[in-house]
């Protein structure tokens, strides 16, 4: 972004002085800067005042602010690529993956599901929901399911770490091509709470299937990803595939 110094607005020249302290590493990546109560004392400037200079930086992506925790510096987007788990991703990029386990259980009778995958309708698909952070924050909502009869016991295994290193290594199941599509949404109230935002925010929709060798459907997932935060990347093949 171009910036521009000399006479302005208050609120700008404020924005001026703590992006210089970002671009300076005064403001540590990912750290969390003084609340708006503090810096406002600081500025000698009001809140309102002091608010729109925040609101303009993470409007451009400088900040971001995670709802009870308070305001904090960006980092450069965690980039996924082809075939790499969430927790390769960030681990490769010396960043702390983490899970929470939101939910495990066998459904049943998920026609759409098993006619994608490629079962009968009367198999019984396991589902696992988690949230995955980046450093602490909360960053990818993903939903899988997967045939029970590819995974006998999945329930009991520890779901915390990558899916495609669990499946490898206890089901001898390799993850060999992801087929999706991804559009741009925005938070509901859901996905506000579980993300801890104050205000709707962008997301990406990343709903596809993971396949395994012999073309065997391993699992469908659909996932949202906090677009400030996670960046997703694939490569496009001349193949069709249609989710349906």
Known sequence: MERKSGEGPIYLKIKEDILQKIEAGEYKKSSR??????????????????RQAIEELVGEGYLYKVQGRGTFVSTPAFQQKNLKSFTDT????GHEAKTKVLEVER??????LC????????MPLVKIKRLRFADEIPTALETVYL?????????TEDLSGSLYNLLETQYQSTVETVRCDMEACISDQMQMRIFELEKPEALLRVEGISIGAGERKLFYEISYYRSQVYRYRVDLYRRDFELR
């Open 115 to 122: 006619q994608l995958l490629e079962v009968p309708v009367s």
């Open 107 to 112: 459904v049943h009778q998920m026609s759409r």
């Open 33 to 50: 800067i003084e609340p708006e109560r503090q810096l406002s004392l600081q500025y000698g400037v009001s809140r309102m005042t002091l």
């Open 90 to 93: 960030l681990r490769e990029s």
């Open 147 to 155: 045939p029970a009869m590819y995974a006998p016991g999945i329930e």
